[in-house]
């Protein structure tokens, strides 16, 4: 087993950082472009949103077949032809002459990355000890939002400076480097014992998990959350790139540095876990969104700036911690529950479109700060349910415990 601080563990856990960056820097590349694909291939708002949105749904629906041929034929294996295909889609992205060909390509790249995250969590979850599992699992998640926002960030700026083609171009250069680094880098799996793969079981390992209460309340917290943050950062490039604000699309790809306070968060939910239960370390992250979420009316560009931060410091704290908690929770089936807790998340992200969509254009950003009000509700409800679940176990397991020694 992998221990913490081990040299073993700082070479498996910047491997999986680095694929984990590769994802996230692809999947969210477009998000300071919607406005200028919306002008280039003349769709709407809520259609260029779909080039975020679309890619998220099919994340969550391949998530299912990624988690038995992970468990069929190998954590490492899996992660290396994910990206590699990953690869080959951004290429393909590149060279979209139009707004179907650009969505098919997302399509194809999204369903072939939907393996990294899968096949990472699980090796996660077999390779590491308990203790360094947890902090591990927060430096993952570091990553995911430090890839988030640097592609998000040179996209905008290389967009400027040249074209959105050449910046897809340039990020499937960066991606060949970080699959070279993933690939010297990563530890040969030595906990891993391949199970043929069996629909039956596999429909009856996922049913397990939903039946349980606890990690359906997890998964419904982990997808309603980014359901939020991703329906507000689309959106909130609408109303930055319109009146009163006008910002170009550097500005906008530099607004998620933001994401830097995700990064930051992540990694200190980890060490926090060890000293607060992670359902404490979910409730001030959903304080902390709430927080963000609100301060967005205040029509100043500082004050946005300031409110974006918060905002991903809360999310990534609540998402690190609710990851977390499914990883450590699951008794069997890790890589299914791990699925699964996935295809809630991206199912919530890619599903935000519907929903935000319809109140951006319906009531302005005073609705979609509503909107996600509303929503937050629903996951504090769910987040205090589950506490008071932890808790009776915990009560239930401590007499018992005593009771032996």
Known sequence: MIEAKTASFWKATMALGAASFLIFANLYYPQPLLPMLSEEFQVSEVASSLIISIPLIVLGITFFVYSALSDAFGRRNILFISMVLGIAGTILISLAPSFGWLMAARVFQAAALAGVPVAAM????????????????????????????????????????????????????????????VWFMLPDSTQF??????????????????????????????????FVFIGVFNFITYLLNGE?????????????????????????????AQVWNQTSCMLIGIVLMAAGIALTIIPSFP????????????????????????TRHASEAKASASGLYLTSYYLGGGLSSVYFGWLWPAFGWTGVVTGAAAVLVVTLSCTLSLRKIDKAEQEKTVPAYAANS
């Open 244 to 272: 009163p604000f006008f910002v170009s699309a550097t500005v906008l790809g530099l607004l998620f540095l933001t994401y830097g306070a995700g990064t930051f968060s992540s990694t200190l939910a980890g060490k926090m």
């Open 303 to 326: 004050v946005i700036l300031l409110a974006l931060l918060t905002l991903s410091f809360g999310f990534f704290f609540v998402h690190s911690s609710s990851s977390s908690w499914v």
């Open 122 to 181: 699980a090796y996660l979850s077999e390779e590491y000890s308990k203790q360094a599992m947890t902090v591990a699992v927060g430096i993952y998640i570091s990553a995911n939002s430090l890839g988030g926002m640097s592609g998000r960030v040179a996209s905008g700026i290389i967009a400027d400076a040249a074209d959105w083609h050449v910046a897809f171009m340039a990020m499937a250069g960066i991606s060949v480097a970080i699959f070279l680094f």
């Open 193 to 226: 014992r391949a199970k043929p793969f069996h629909l039956k079981e596999t429909l009856q390992n996922n049913w397990m998990h939903l039946k349980d209460k606890k990690m359906a309340l997890a998964y419904v917290i982990g997808g309603l959350h980014f």
